[in-house]
């Protein structure tokens, strides 16, 4: 019987658009997607636990050479943010009267603060509300689909697996959890579209 459900964050909850930040630093003479997506990028900024705005902004500089301002470096990398969908956070405030909700997303600092600050905009609310727990990679210091983050939070949340449905976009994460013995769903399109009423029998 499920219990918990534990969703990722973008592009299941949150509309992600990195289009927009590969442009935003493009205009500023950065490539970012060769820095952000070599291998040991996030695991050099997770050092001594510091995912700040900071490091990750002075991580950026090093690597492209650039004399970029904290706040240039912050602004681009947060317009890959989307506007929260009313729909979803009625649909999670319905979910809360029956289950117990996890947010379970590889993030960094930066972007947590740029997000709870919007759902707290948008709905007067921060995004944390929402949840019974939030668990964000950058302050787990794992990522997903390593199996150790699944352990993790299981350990975290003193739950059982065979009791929590897992949400996630990556098929990778999906295939992970799976194998950790959770309920998993893999959203390629819409959350609004889920039948969960069939999903959660």
């Known amino acids: 019987m499920i219990k918990s459900i534990i969703f990722d964050l973008?592009?299941?909850i949150l509309d992600c658009d990195w289009k927009k930040t590969v442009q935003a630093f493009a205009d500023l003479g950065i490539d970012i997607e060769p820095l952000v997506f070599s291998a040991d990028f996030w695991e050099q900024l997770g050092k001594n636990d510091t995912y700040s705005p900071e490091s990750f902004s002075?991580?950026?500089r090093k690597r492209s050479g650039?004399?970029?301002s904290n706040h240039d470096i912050v602004s681009a990398w947060n317009r890959?943010?989307?506007p929260f969908t009313p729909a979803r956070m009625t649909l999670l405030e319905r979910f809360t009267q029956d289950?117990?909700?996890y947010l379970l997303s590889n993030t960094d600092e930066i972007l947590i603060e740029a997000f709870e600050s919007q759902c707290l905009k948008q709905f007067g609310k921060p995004l944390s509300s929402y949840f019974t727990a939030t668990y964000y990679s950058s302050r787990i210091?794992?990522?997903?689909p390593d199996p150790q983050i699944f352990q993790e939070f299981l350990h975290l949340s003193a739950l059982t697996a065979n009791e929590c449905l897992f949400i996630d976009d990556k098929i990778e994460?999906?295939?992970?959890a799976k194998a950790m013995?959770?309920?998993?769903?893999?959203l390629t399109g819409d959350l609004l579209d889920v039948n969960f009423e069939k999903v959660l029998k």
């Open 173 to 176: 994460n999906v295939t992970a």
């Open 66 to 68: 650039s004399r970029l």
């Open 80 to 82: 890959q943010l989307c």
């Open 99 to 101: 289950y117990h909700l």
């Open 141 to 144: 210091g794992l990522r997903k």
């Open 10 to 12: 973008g592009q299941v």
């Open 181 to 186: 013995g959770f309920k998993t769903i893999h």
């Open 58 to 60: 002075d991580l950026i």
